[in-house]
């Protein structure tokens, strides 16, 4: 057996000192993982939660004894080839003919078993659902889940607690939110001004449907990054990164209260009179929520599928091109890896992210044997749930939404409207 080169991997791992963080820890050198070279890859064989047992096939009638066909001869094997010279280089890879299955439906339960008790119930309901597909738009109507995600459960994660109150606290007086309330509110005192000039009104009473809630009343937002959901670097991915990995934590209209002069204006050329007002609006009260999507959507062509790390029945380890390549993929910066030999890039990608991404690896922490069950992990990537959800007819994406906090402003948002008349009328 020819000697095959060890590439570092990553495992999580906790650590002793009470109230500390989970990090990765590195294995190389001879404690690396080895690629293994194999016509196998991710199991999809096992039913999904609810999905019919496929209906066999009928069995064929045995052949009537006169219509049996007499067996071909027997040919000879090859004559056997002299085999190549060795090489003093170590292989890359290690040929493995039947390495120990892992079907994708033992994703939730290794993800139980890591502790990721949310992401697991989320997997499960993707699996669970019917086949449907994002359409990359949340002004649409999608199926959604509202009970799995809390912010109090969120913001118990490494730096989400600080993009919140950056939201409350920054955000939502900054200009870009002043000048889109300014928008919202003028398009409603319009509206309400056509026929009475009480102008107060809370969206409580729109609450019941979350899409035209969010596209009604939502004026800010902040970014929450998967490296916010930990504790920063070398640290490892949480609950909440496994549920949700990048999303965005929203600011939404609770109550709004009006003040201002009403007067007329008199236009003596057209002898006509048109009623004005020239409110300030305050914001009193907001809705702060999280809302995401759980889909396996990637990127146009010619980016690449996103690497969700290596997996097997007991949880994940990810490579170190895998590392690279998700800061890359997050980043916006496209590898094109596994899509063209030749990559138009002056970076040299190959040296950055090791070919055998999209093989499994042999953690090999036995002291003898290999293949191992425990040892043996398999690459799974947004294609991966895509490629599953085609041959099962099922796999539901779908919008994750928090509870809808409401929040008083201990300094309501004060802004100007300018002057709004109602139509000219003949004095």
């Known amino acids: 057996m020819p000697d095959v080169k060890k590439v570092p ?109 949310v992401a697991a119930r989320l997997a499960r309901r993707w699996f669970s659902g019917p086949k449907h597909v994002w359409d990359n738009s949340f002004k649409t109507d999608q199926p959604f889940d509202n009970a799995t995600v809390t912010l109090d459960w969120a913001l118990k994660f490494g730096k989400v607690k600080k993009r919140y109150d950056e939201l409350i606290s920054k955000n939502i007086y900054n200009e870009n939110a002043r000048a889109r309330l300014r928008d919202m509110l003028r398009h409603v005192v319009k509206e309400k001004f056509a026929s009475s000039v009480a102008f107060d009104f809370q969206t409580v009473g729109d609450k019941g449907n979350l899409v035209e809630f969010c596209r009604k009343w939502q004026f800010q937002l902040v970014n929450v990054s998967s490296l916010d959901t930990t504790g920063g670097l070398p640290y490892a991915p949480t609950d909440l990164t496994a549920a949700l990995a990048n999303f965005n934590i929203y600011a939404a209209i609770g109550r709004a209260e009006f003040s201002g002069d009403r007067y007329y204006k008199y236009d003596n050329h057209e002898k006509t009179k048109s009623y004005c007002i020239d409110l300030t609006a305050s914001i009193t009260h907001i809705y702060a929520y999280i809302k995401d999507s759980y889909s396996f959507n990637d990127e146009k062509s010619p980016s690449s599928s996103q690497y969700l790390g290596h997996w097997n029945k007991n949880g994940m380890v990810i490579t170190n091109g895998g590392r690279i390549r998700e800061l890359l993929y997050r980043g916006g910066v496209n590898s094109n890896l596994g899509n063209s030999i030749e990559v138009e890039s002056k970076i040299k990608w190959k040296y950055l992210i090791d070919d055998f991404l999209d093989k499994p690896i042999d953690t090999r922490k036995g002291l003898v044997k290999k293949f191992r069950s425990c040892d043996v992990y398999y690459p799974v990537f947004n294609k991966t749930y895509n490629d599953w959800r085609i041959k099962h007819n099922r796999g539901e994406d779908f919008v994750i939404y928090s509870e809808l906090r409401y929040l008083k402003l201990t300094n309501p948002i004060k802004l100007s409207l300018g002057e709004i008349c109602r139509s000219p009328e003949k004095i």
């Open 9 to 117: 991997h990553y495992e999580i791992k906790t650590s002793s000192i009470p109230f500390s963080l989970p990090k990765w820890k590195e294995y190389a050198g001879v404690n690396g993982c080895v690629p293994l070279n194999t016509p196998h890859g991710v199991c999809m064989d096992k039913l999904a939660p609810g999905e019919p047992k496929p209906l066999k096939p009928p069995e064929s009638k045995p052949a009537k004894p006169e219509a049996l066909k007499a067996p071909d001869p027997a040919t000879m094997p090859p004559p056997t080839q002299a085999s190549p010279r060795k090489s003093s280089e170590p292989a890359d890879a290690e040929d493995c003919e039947h390495p120990p299955p892992f079907d994708l439906l033992d994703v939730p339960e290794a993800m139980k078993r890591m502790k990721w008790p």
